[in-house]
């Protein structure tokens, strides 16, 4: 039992570096990919249509509960922050097992399945309690089905070499996702207007539930996706090896062994936590992801607080997709070539770097917008405004500030965000992928329970009517971000975990 417990924390899978160097031994890094099974492949398929679907939803969350539903500015925030979050992040842990318990096949056609009839009742109803009770809510648990089960297939369908670059490039195709999702988020908002509606076979779909249709279109292309992934299939060093998925409860009706395999996949989680508690690296694990959780309330705040704040400051219409997709367009880009160019440093030491820049960038967005009204009416500021955002008129200075820090915020994402999803997978034991990859959204629930106050925020500093004191709002933000990385400097001797095959100590 000892000897299981010390072999989950071994962050990383020690692997031989390639002895190719300069320019050929960069483009090697990449390489390593040719010939990955198509598995490996089918996955990065099925991230892309899951996060577009997700992300239209996101950001569309926080507008629909105010405009649709009714609900104020504080309510909103507390259900996407307090209800939502929590309930993702259990849901979550109880998928990894789950996962473990079905297999991956079988655990994607059950979580799209839920995602589908979750999200065509936010399509069509507006009674709140309805659309609650039987959209938003269900839907945490087909999307948490989703989450930890992308982390494992990507560790089970790519070999040794292959599983940094994979990561990283996994991590890529989800901000190709966002950014599919950016574009359509402002395509039917200007289509429809801020406040219009979709006349459907002579229903009336406002705006934002016409945005959840969208989702519910991409959630429909996974099927046909998730059936050409081969019952167990997994890629090894030696190549592709097939094992019987597992099935726990192989007797009764389906719905039954499902509850059952919860059941018991909920005991497992409480077993799993109550071996780990008695284990010190365990606790250096858990603050290590806690205090990243500072730098993912930067992160969600852009679909919970941002599309509020841009829509009262820049007026009804702004391009906030647009805005967004400068995040992702720069991480698509960055994020293959720094992963590729900082393999052998320590994931500690990049999370650091990148979450000084992260935390640095947030205080450009609580500096006084006139300080910025020379450079939004220069050239910069209409390749930006008239070219990229297809703004019309004069360029609000807002418009230049979020641009840099948006631009800043990406390049330090780029850095750590994808270190932390590898390391939370690579310490899995053989057969508890999942399990133990669902503690990387451990950061999430931090930053969605952080985020939860942004409604009280918008109200204080951003209302909808009266004076706005929107850099006050920002200031909080990045000194809740700058949390992170001053935390981990400060108390890196304490939480450190050693990493295999890593050579940088501090």
Request: hydrophobic share 50%; aromatic share 14%; proline share 5%.
């Amino acid at each position: 039992m000892a000897e299981a417990l010390k072999e989950t924390l071994v962050p990383e899978d020690s692997v031989a570096p390639l002895a190719t160097t300069g320019l050929r031994g960069f483009l090697a890094k990449f390489t390593v990919l040719k010939g990955a099974q198509r598995e490996l492949w089918l996955t990065f398929l099925i991230k892309l249509l899951i996060i577009s679907a997700y992300s239209i939803t996101n950001k569309t969350l926080i507008l629909w509960l105010s405009s649709d539903l009714g609900f104020n500015d504080q309510t909103a925030g507390a259900l996407v922050g307090w209800i939502w979050a929590p309930a993702m992040t259990v849901f979550t842990l109880l998928a990894g097992s789950v996962t473990d318990a079905l297999g991956l096949r079988r655990t994607f056609f059950v979580g799209v399945s839920i995602c589908l009839a979750a999200r065509a009742v936010m399509v069509f109803t507006t009674i709140p309690w309805l659309a609650l009770a039987g959209g938003l809510f269900p839907l945490v648990i087909g999307e948490a089905l989703g989450t930890p089960v992308l982390i494992a297939a990507t560790r089970r369908y790519s070999t040794t070499l292959q599983r940094s670059i994979s990561f990283s490039i996994i991590y890529m195709v989800m901000n190709v996702g966002y950014l599919i999702a950016g574009s359509v988020f402002d395509y039917v908002r200007h289509s429809l207007g801020e406040y219009g509606y979709l006349n459907l076979f002579g229903l009336h779909i406002t705006t934002y539930r016409t945005l959840f249709l969208m989702s519910l279109g991409f959630e429909v292309l996974l099927f046909p996706t998730i059936y050409f992934l081969r019952r167990g299939a997994e890629a090894t060093d030696e190549g592709v090896r097939f094992n019987a998925e597992p099935v726990r409860y192989t007797s009764g009706p389906f719905w039954e062994r499902i509850w059952l395999t919860v059941r018991g996949s909920a005991t497992d989680t409480v077993a799993l936590f109550k071996r780990l508690l008695g284990q010190s690296g365990f606790y250096r694990l858990l603050a290590f992801l806690l205090l990243i959780g500072f730098l993912k309330l930067i992160f969600l705040q852009m679909d919970y607080v941002f599309p509020k704040f841009g829509i009262r400051e820049l007026g009804n219409g702004a391009p906030i997709g647009h805005l967004s997709n400068i995040n992702y367009i720069l991480i698509i880009i960055l994020v293959p070539i720094i992963g590729a160019l900082t393999q052998k440093y320590s994931a500690y030491r990049m999370v650091i770097v990148g979450g000084a820049i992260c935390a640095a960038s947030v205080f450009v967005m609580a500096l006084p917008p006139p300080w910025f009204q020379r450079s939004a009416q220069g050239f910069i500021g209409h390749w930006i405004g008239h070219g990229y955002l297809g703004v019309k008129g004069s360029i609000h200075p807002y418009y230049m500030m979020i641009a840099i820090y948006i631009s800043i915020f990406s390049i330090g994402e780029a850095f750590y965000s994808p270190r932390v999803y590898e390391y939370a997978a690579a310490i899995a034991p053989k057969g508890q992928e999942a399990s133990y990859g669902a503690l990387s959204y451990i950061p999430f629930l931090i930053g969605k329970l952080l985020v939860g106050t942004g409604g009280w925020l918008l109200a204080a500093f951003c209302p909808a009517h009266g004076p706005r004191h929107s850099g006050t709002m920002w200031l909080i933000f990045a000194l809740a971000a700058s949390v992170a990385p001053i935390g981990l400097v400060a108390l890196r001797r304490y939480i450190r975990v050693p990493e295999a095959g890593r050579q940088d100590i501090d």
